[in-house]
């Protein structure tokens, strides 16, 4: 069974940290875009940031951009979200994604339709 899953949400207060995780099993992730997604309530689902397969290029939603940093560990399968100078307005559930696909070392995508497969998300919620 293919599965995504993140970890590292939680509670902390506006200005914090947090770091995200996303284990992939099932099949390998490595040659495979990725990025995270967040929906808050009543919102439609954004995206946050996506990094190419290499690790060599990253892309980020303009909000979070000198904030969030994204890395991946393509030897141990996983992909972090390191989140800092949190402010309520991050508070969402986030969801790791992969690009079903290997399109170049230096794809990326801000799109949801490109993600082929999703977890199940890890809730992060940021008090002021």
């Known amino acids: 069974q293919v599965q995504l899953v993140e970890s590292g949400g939680g509670l902390v207060q506006a200005g914090g940290s947090l770091r995200l995780s996303c284990v992939g099993s099932?099949?390998?992730?490595?040659?495979?875009?990725m990025g995270w997604f967040r929906q808050a309530p009543g919102k439609e689902r954004e995206f946050v940031a996506a990094i190419s397969w290499s690790g060599d290029v990253t892309y980020y939603t303009y909000s979070v951009k000198g904030r969030f940093a994204m890395s991946r560990d393509n030897a141990k399968g996983t992909v972090y979200l390191q989140m800092n100078s949190l402010k309520p307005e991050d508070t969402a559930v986030y969801y790791c994604a992969a690009v079903k696909g290997d399109y170049g070392g230096s794809y990326y995508s801000d799109q949801a339709r490109e993600y082929g497969y999703w977890g199940q998300g890890t809730q992060v919620t940021v008090s002021s």
């Open positions: 099932g099949r390998s992730f490595r040659r495979d875009a």
